[in-house]
C-alpha cells in the first residue's frame, strides 16, 4: 500500500484525465451488465411478470448499449494509457536526475546490467500499474457499490450477498495473492537485474572468454541462471492461474447462493419471480469489474516489485550533496592536510599531505592501489573525505559552490568515456560553444589531430558506442584534447599516457609542460617517463605520501 501510494501521488496534474477514464468505465461496465438484465426484463415482459419496459424498448436498449459500451470502453483505455505513458516520461526523468544527483559513487562497484534493468524494464512495468490498476480499482468500487444497491433494491439479503462477493473477489482474494506472491515477485526482479549483468559482463569479455577458452563454461551458467530466473516464474505464473480459478469459483459461488437466497425469499412471498431472475442475472453478470482486480495480481507482483526498486532509486541519498550556496573563487592553489578515506573497511588514503601550486607539473606516483586515483576524485568531490581537510584557493573544498567546483577542475580519468557521436562533439563536451579551431588546437596538443586529419570523415567521424571503433591511445588522446579545451585552471591527469607509445607520450608531456604556464597540473602515473614532466613529485605507498 505504501509503494502504491507513492505511484499514485504522481499522477498530479493528470487527475483530470484519471477521474474521465473511471467515469467511462463506470459507464462502459455499466451497459454491459444492463444488456443481461434488459434481458431479465424482456423475459418477465413475455412470462406477463410485472417489468418496466416492453420487449420493443429492450431491442432498442440492447442495441445502444452495446454500441456505447465499446466506445467508452476505447475512451478509458486511451485515457489510462495516455495517463500511464506520460508518467513514464516523467518517471525516466526523474531517474534520470536522481542518477545525476547520485553518480558517480551510484555506479563504482555497481552491477552496470541491474541497472539497465531498471531503467528499462522496471520502469516499463510500472504501465501495468498506471493504466491497468488505479481507474479498473476505481471502477470495480463504483460499479460494485451500485450494483449492490441495486440487488438490495428487491431486498437486503441478496445486495448483502453481492457485496460480500465483489469483496471477496476485489480485495481478499488479490491482497492474499499479493502478499504470498511479493517474495517470489521481489526476488524475480532481482535475478533479472543479474541476470542482465552477466549478460552484459560476458558480451565485453567474448574476447577473453574465447581467448582462454571458457565460452561453454560461462554459457553453462548463464543457462543456469536463466533456469533459475524461469523456474521462479513458472511458480508465479502457476500461482496466477490459482488465483484466476478461486476467482471465477467465488463468481459462480456468489451467484448460486444469490438465487438460493431469492428463492427462499420468494417461497416466503418477500419478493416476486423478478426478485429472483433479475438479482441472479445482475450478480452474475456483474463481476467483469472485481475479477481484473483479481486478475492483475499476478502482474503486480512483478509491478510492485519494480516499483520498490525504481522508488529505492529515487529515494537513495547521495554520497555528496552538491553545493549551491557556497564560495567561488578564483584558482590561486590547492593542498590536502592529513586526508584520509576508506571504501567500506579498506583504507585507501591516511595522513596524506601534498601541495598544488599554479604554473606547476605536480607528479603522484605509486603502485595501484595506493590512492592516487581517489585523491584526484576527492578534489573533484565525488566523495567526502571523512578526515582532514582539503582546500582549493584556500577554501575547503565542502564550502566551494560545486559549480565552481567543477569548473575550476578538468579531469581526465584512465579510461576515457566516449558518446556514440562525431569526434568533434567528443571534443566539444569541454566546451560546448568551441569554434572548429579551437577543437583543432586542443586536438593538436593532444598529439591527436592527425590521426583525426586520416580519418574519411574528419572531425564529422562518428566513434562507435563507449568509442569501441578508436583504439585505447586514440580514445585517451581525445580525452587529453577534451580537456585542453576546457581550459579549466587546474588539471587532473589520471594515467593520461598509459595506452600511448614513447613518440606520444613524449608529445603529450611537451604540450604539458607548455601548458603549466597557464595552470595547475596534477599528473598521476606509475610510468617514470611521465613523471620526468614534474616540477616536484610525491611518491604515495599505503595511502601516506613518502
Not at 104 to 112: C, I, M, N, T, V
Not at 206 to 222: I, Y
Not at 267 to 292: D, E, H, K, N
Not at 368 to 395: D, E, I, Q
Amino acid at each position: 500500500m505504501k509503494i502504491m501510494g507513492k505511484l499514485i501521488v504522481l499522477v498530479g496534474r493528470l487527475a483530470g484525465v484519471m477521474v474521465l477514464a473511471v467515469l467511462l468505465g463506470v459507464l462502459g461496465n455499466v451497459c454491459a451488465i444492463l444488456i443481461p438484465v434488459l434481458g431479465g426484463f424482456a423475459l418477465l415482459n413475455i412470462a406477463g411478470q410485472p417489468a418496466p419496459i416492453t420487449a420493443g424498448a429492450f431491442t432498442a436498449l440492447v442495441i445502444i448499449c452495446a454500441l456505447t459500451r465499446g466506445v467508452f470502453r476505447y475512451g478509458e483505455q486511451v485515457c489510462n494509457h495516455y495517463i500511464a505513458f506520460k508518467l513514464l516520461a516523467v518517471i525516466r526523468d526523474r531517474v534520470f536526475a536522481a542518477l545525476r544527483r547520485l553518480c558517480p559513487a551510484k555506479l563504482e562497484g555497481k552491477e552496470r546490467g541491474n541497472l539497465i534493468t531498471l531503467l528499462t524494464s522496471d520502469i516499463e512495468l510500472l504501465e501495468v500499474f498506471y493504466a491497468h490498476t488505479i481507474s479498473p480499482a476505481a471502477i470495480a468500487v463504483i460499479v460494485s457499490l451500485g450494483m449492490s444497491l441495486f440487488v438490495g433494491s428487491y431486498h437486503y439479503a441478496p445486495g448483502l450477498i453481492a457485496a460480500t462477493g465483489y469483496l471477496i473477489v476485489g480485495a481478499v482474494i488479490p491482497a492474499i495473492s499479493s502478499k504470498l506472491g511479493r517474495k517470489d515477485g521481489e526476488n524475480l526482479r532481482e535475478k533479472s537485474g543479474k541476470l542482465s549483468s552477466y549478460y552484459l559482463e560476458s558480451l565485453r569479455g567474448f574476447s577473453e572468454l574465447l581467448q582462454t577458452g571458457r565460452g561453454a563454461e560461462r554459457q553453462a551458467e548463464f543457462g543456469r541462471r536463466t533456469d533459475e530466473t524461469e523456474r521462479i516464474q513458472s511458480k508465479l505464473k502457476g500461482f496466477e492461474g490459482l488465483t484466476a480459478a478461486i476467482s471465477g469459483l467465488m463468481v459462480v459461488a456468489s451467484a448460486l447462493v444469490t438465487l438460493t437466497a431469492a428463492f427462499a425469499l420468494y417461497r416466503s412471498g418477500a419478493v416476486g419471480f423478478g426478485g429472483v431472475l433479475i438479482p441472479t442475472i445482475a450478480v452474475l453478470s456483474s463481476f467483469g469489474p472485481v475479477l481484473a482486480l483479481a486478475n492483475l495480481s499476478g502482474n503486480l507482483y512483478h509491478t510492485l516489485a519494480a516499483a520498490s526498486r525504481v522508488l529505492g532509486l529515487l529515494d537513495e541519498a547521495p554520497e555528496v550533496k552538491d553545493v549551491t550556496d557556497g564560495e567561488t573563487p578564483e584558482f590561486s592553489g590547492a593542498d590536502s592536510r592529513n586526508l584520509a578515506f576508506s571504501y567500506g573497511d579498506e583504507e585507501i588514503l591516511r595522513g596524506l599531505s601534498l601541495e598544488i601550486q599554479p604554473g606547476k607539473i605536480t607528479g603522484i606516483t605509486g603502485k595501484s592501489g595506493s590512492g592516487k586515483s581517489t585523491f584526484l576524485k576527492l578534489l573533484m568531490r565525488f566523495w567526502n573525505a571523512p578526515k582532514g581537510s582539503l582546500f582549493v584557493s584556500g577554501v575547503e573544498i565542502s564550502g566551494i559552490e560545486t559549480a565552481c567546483l567543477r569548473g575550476l577542475e578538468g579531469f581526465v580519468t584512465q579510461e576515457t568515456d566516449l558518446f556514440h557521436d562525431s569526434i568533434e562533439a567528443n571534443i566539444k563536451l569541454g566546451k560546448p560553444d568551441a569554434t572548429r579551431a579551437e577543437v583543432v588546437a586542443a586536438a593538436e596538443k593532444a598529439s591527436v589531430h592527425s590521426f583525426i586529419e586520416s580519418l574519411p570523415n574528419g572531425y564529422d567521424t562518428e566513434v562507435g558506442e563507449l568509442g569501441s571503433t578508436l583504439s585505447g591511445g586514440e580514445r585517451q588522446r581525445i580525452g587529453l584534447a577534451r580537456a585542453f579545451l576546457r581550459d579549466a585552471p587546474l588539471l587532473l591527469l589520471d594515467e593520461p599516457t598509459s595506452s600511448l607509445d614513447s613518440l606520444n607520450e613524449g608529445v603529450i608531456l611537451k604540450a604539458l609542460r607548455a601548458e603549466s604556464g597557464n595552470r595547475a597540473v596534477v599528473l598521476v602515473s606509475h610510468r617514470k617517463s611521465t613523471m620526468s614532466a614534474a616540477d616536484k613529485t610525491y611518491s604515495v605507498e599505503n595511502g601516506r605520501v613518502s
